[in-house]
Structure formats: structure tokens, C-alpha cells
């Protein structure tokens, strides 16, 4: 195809620009020259009274005038011919581009493959791209003016402009933080998970205790090999279980707008998903405006909501004599844990399109945590389960996650969140509810480590409704 | 008499018919010709435009 030199660093095709300005010139150059040749002719007549020299001027005066008339004619001709095979052209590749940019999008949709920038949540259809031959960035890479199938850089590289020509080996970038972007951010299947929740609640903790879970043990029963996508996510792995492992709580997260936690999970020795899990501050959830900085809730497969059960007023009053004790270990959160959530709505309202009685189709995990503390165990722990499905008179047996999901329920219930739990479902097409310890005891200074108990189920649940074939032995186990 | 003038009629005609056709000839063999000239000479020069001004800008790959 040929193209021309543009603003871009790719050249545009010769079809959408020059090719015009090429026929205008053309056009006005043939004309003059056949004003110019008959001219000449004209000229050449011999002004005489020679017989001869008049028979002479006969001839070259009707060469003239014939060029006047035939070179007009062909002149007009010509030009019509190039009109319509430069406009025949531009509609081939009109067409050519359309086609392969449509069939590229639907691909992409079916296959749910966009760009997640891990770094500013930014969502784009395709990234920017860097050329390998000379660094230039080119923001467009698509099928499209500048070239169907591929572009021309100015430096003379070809670069493939659409996935199905390998666009994903080049170096990409996100077009709004700037920040490199591996292929897989890109065209991956991807689960986004944020672990939500007031300062304090221990979402950290949870975070990598289901991580160090899934890696280490369940990854494997599920038939995946799990590994860490990055240096930075292995990293900061690391360093919290190298925390919990010497019985210390993981430091407290800091940044309000986090970068995602990225493992991967492998099959048959390709990559099967990309875990994306996001573990904001606490603070994030008291100030909407931070919130509206998570992009990810554009895209985001599931919810967890850690619930601190002493964020809750009748748990406070019921083990008001024990937190005096121990609250500098066990940081009671003091956002009321209907706050995060009206946050979040809110947010989700104000910034990602959610109508003012719209339900949220994702699926949100409400998980109580703390459950080792006192005798908390009785009340959300398994013992509250094993003690209902002790007494269940129904004539079916019970599935012990639907039973624990009653239970809970009618805890917070008692507990006196009934407008917690009727705002979550009422707003939130598929919720459950779950219990977990996320450090698997008390903080008591010792230097036993911390093993959370119970904090996978969510995040598999979750995973299951996000793709129920790939985690079908999980939702089996989370009763889904 | 009349036989002798019936024949120079049809001398006239045909000696008209033969001058008309001789001219018809001449003015088709004129533009023809003309066609050619004119035609070739416009030809030439658009080809010569077209080569002038229509060319691809890009770098050697």
C-alpha cells in the first residue's frame, strides 16, 4: 500500500491524503502541458507565401489544433480514469480497514481482552504501542488510515496493527500513567477482585493469607500452577508473609489508590488467568473522592467487603470489657461498616454509571472477620455453623454454605445491621456471606506465626462466578 | 437528345457523389489523424504528469 508522511509517527495510507493532492497535481500539470505542446505547434507554422511553406503551416497548425481538441478530450479522459480508480481504491481500503477493525473488536469483546493498566486502572481498548525499530510511540495501532493491516513507522519499520498479526509482541505502554504494560495485561483472561473495607479491618491480611493459601496448597487441587506475575507483586508477598511467619501483623497499606496485586494461574503450561487483586487503605473508603480514583470498578469481576465485627455497635457494648484489654492488638476499624459500603455506592453512582436503583451485578463477598477474637467463633465462626446444622429439622440435609450464609446473616441481623444487610441486598444482585480469621489468632505479641483460617472461600467463590468451568471444583466446595 | 442530357445528370451526380465521399474520407482521415496527434500528444503528456507527481513518500525499508 503505499502511504505518506503525516503528523504520526506512521505514515498515513497514499489513499486518505497525498494520493489527492497527487491527482490535483497531476491534473494541472498535463493541462499546461498540452497548452504548452500546442503552443509549440502553433509556433513551428512558417508565416509564408510559399506554397509549400503554406502546406507546411496547414500541418502544424492542425497539430496544434488537434492537440487543443484530442489532448483536451484524452486530458479529461485520463483525469475521469484516475478519479475513480484512486476513489475504487479508497473504498477497498475503506472497506479492508472497517472489516478487519470490526472483526478485531468483536474478537476482543468475545474474548474480553482490554487493556487493565495495573497501575492507574485506566481501561483502554489497546495500549499505546512502541515501535521496535525506533522507540516511537504510536497510540493507534489498529486498523485503520493509516494502514489495514499494518503500519508504516516513519523510521521504514512495519509494525502489525492488529492482533492477529502478533501486535502483543511489541513493547506497550498505558496512555495515561505512561507505565509499561506487559502483553498480558492486555490479552489475558483476567479476574479483578478489590478486598474493600475501613481501616483496620484487615484486608491485608486477608489479602495475602488467601494468596499464600492459593499458592501454596489450593492452586494445585484446582489444576492450576499459581506464580507471581511481577517482581513488585512476588516482592511485596514476601515481605507480609515474612511478617506473619515471624507473628507479626502486616503493616498498615498506606496508599488510597492501590496498584494491583497480579498472580497468575497457569494450565497445561499456558496462562489461564491473571488475578488482579487490590488491596486499598481503609482510608480510601471514609472519602468518596478517593474512591473515585479506583478505576477498576469499570471492569472488576467481584467484591470482598471485610467486615471488622467490632466496627459494629452491639459487638462493641457485648466484649466492651475485653477490647479495653486488647484493643491496641486488636485495632477495632471505626468506619461503621455501613459507611463503606454507601461510600462505594455512591462512588459507583457518581463515577461508573450505576443508576440510583440499579443493583450491582457483580458478585460481592461480605466477609466477618476476626472471628478468632474472644468467643467470636460461637457467634460467625464454624461452631455457629456446626451448632445450626445441628438443629436443622428440615427433611433435605442442609448445605453447610448455605447454612453458614443464614447464619451470618441473621447474626448481623441481631446484631442490629438489618439496614446494613437491606442495603447490601438491595443494591447487590448476588451476595454471600463468609467468616474468616485472617491472622488465625490474636495478636499477643508472641512470635508464633499467623495462619489465617477460612480466608480462600470468598475469593474462590468470587472466581467461580467468574468463570464457573475453569473453578468448577471451588464453587463445588463453596456450594455454589 | 434528351438520352445525351439524362447522362450528363448522372455524370454530375456521380461526380458529386464522388467529390462528397473524397471530402467525407478526408475529413475522417483528418481526424483520425488528428485524434492521433492531438490524442498521443495528450497521452504523452499526462503520462509524463502522472510520473512527475505521483509517488509514494516513504523511507527505504
Not at chain 1, 484512486?86 to 487493556?115: K, N, P, Q
Not at chain 1, 489475558?188 to 484486608?203: C, D, L, N, Q, Y
Not at chain 1, 486488636?330 to 450505576?354: H, M, N, W, Y
Not at chain 1, 443494591?427 to 489468632?441: E, K, P, T
Request: hydrophobic letters at 45%; a neutral charge.
Amino acid at each position: 500500500m503505499s502511504i505518506s508522511a503525516t503528523k504520526d509517527p506512521a505514515f498515513r495510507s497514499y489513499f486518505f491524503g497525498k494520493g489527492y493532492r497527487d491527482l490535483l497535481a497531476t491534473i494541472a500539470e498535463s493541462w499546461q502541458r498540452n497548452l504548452d505542446s500546442a503552443k509549440e505547434f502553433f509556433d513551428k507554422a512558417p508565416g509564408s507565401d510559399d506554397p509549400e511553406e503554406i502546406y507546411r503551416s496547414c500541418l502544424w497548425i492542425a497539430a496544434g489544433v488537434s492537440t487543443l481538441i484530442f489532448g483536451t478530450v484524452l486530458f479529461v479522459a485520463a483525469s475521469a480514469l484516475h478519479v475513480v480508480l484512486l476513489c475504487m481504491v479508497f473504498l477497498l481500503v475503506y472497506v479492508g480497514f472497517t472489516g478487519l477493525w470490526l472483526l478485531e473488536r468483536s474478537y476482543l469483546a468475545i474474548r474480553s481482552f482490554f487493556m487493565a493498566c495495573p497501575h492507574c486502572h485506566a481501561r483502554t481498548t489497546i495500549p499505546e504501542y512502541f515501535c521496535d525499530g525506533c522507540g516511537a510511540i504510536h497510540a493507534r495501532l489498529l486498523p485503520n488510515s493509516y494502514g489495514i493491516a499494518s503500519h508504516i513507522c516513519q523510521c521504514g519499520k512495519e509494525l502489525p496493527a492488529t492482533f492477529f498479526l502478533d501486535r502483543g509482541r511489541l513493547q506497550a505502554r498505558c496512555p495515561q500513567c505512561h507505565e509499561n504494560i506487559a502483553r498480558e495485561h492486555v490479552e489475558s483472561r483476567r479476574i479483578f477482585v478489590p478486598i474493600m473495607g475501613g481501616p483496620s479491618a484487615g484486608k491485608s491480611a486477608f489479602l495475602f493469607g488467601a494468596v499464600r493459601q492459593l499458592v501454596d496448597h489450593e492452586a494445585g487441587s484446582l489444576g492450576f500452577r499459581a506464580e507471581f506475575f511481577d517482581k513488585r507483586s512476588e516482592g511485596a508477598y514476601r515481605g507480609v508473609v515474612g511478617l506473619l511467619e515471624s507473628g507479626r501483623p502486616p503493616d498498615k497499606t498506606r496508599d488510597p489508590i492501590p496498584r494491583a496485586f497480579n498472580l497468575a494461574l497457569h494450565k497445561n503450561g499456558r496462562l489461564a488467568f491473571l488475578l488482579y487483586l487490590y488491596d486499598p487503605a481503609g482510608e480510601a473508603y471514609q472519602d468518596a473522592d478517593k474512591l473515585a480514583a479506583h478505576g477498576f470498578h469499570d471492569y472488576l469481576s467481584g467484591m470482598i467487603l471485610v467486615v471488622d465485627p467490632f466496627a459494629i455497635l452491639a459487638v462493641r457494648s457485648r466484649y466492651e470489657g475485653e477490647l479495653k484489654r486488647e484493643c491496641s492488638s486488636l485495632k477495632p476499624s471505626d468506619l461503621p461498616i455501613e459507611d463503606a459500603v454507601d461510600r462505594l455506592l455512591l462512588t459507583l453512582e457518581a463515577d461508573f454509571g450505576l443508576s440510583k436503583r440499579g443493583r450491582v451485578k457483580q458478585p460481592l463477598a461480605i466477609v466477618l472477620n476476626k472471628v478468632d477474637a474472644f468467643d467470636l467463633n460461637d457467634f460467625i465462626g464454624e461452631a455457629a455453623v456446626d451448632r445450626a446444622l445441628a438443629a436443622w429439622t428440615g427433611s433435605q440435609p442442609p448445605d453447610r454454605d448455605a447454612v453458614r450464609n443464614m447464619v451470618l446473616r441473621e447474626q448481623l441481623v441481631d446484631w442490629g445491621e438489618q439496614a446494613f444487610v437491606s442495603r447490601i441486598e438491595g443494591r447487590f444482585g448476588n451476595v454471600r456471606y463468609f467468616s474468616c480469621s485472617a491472622l488465625g489468632r490474636m495478636p499477643d505479641g508472641s512470635r508464633t506465626e499467623f495462619t489465617a483460617r477460612e480466608v480462600l472461600p470468598p475469593l474462590l467463590w468470587i472466581f467461580g462466578q467468574a468463570d464457573s468451568a475453569s473453578f468448577a471444583s471451588s464453587t463445588a466446595r463453596t456450594g455454589t | 437528345m434528351a438520352s445525351d442530357d439524362v447522362g450528363v445528370a448522372i455524370g454530375a451526380i456521380l461526380l458529386s457523389g464522388l467529390i462528397i465521399a473524397a471530402s467525407v474520407i478526408a475529413v475522417i482521415i483528418g481526424l483520425g489523424v488528428g485524434s492521433l496527434v492531438g490524442g498521443g500528444v495528450g497521452f504523452i503528456n499526462y503520462c509524463k504528469s502522472f510520473r512527475a507527481n505521483v509517488r509514494r513518500e516513504r523511507p527505504g525499508v
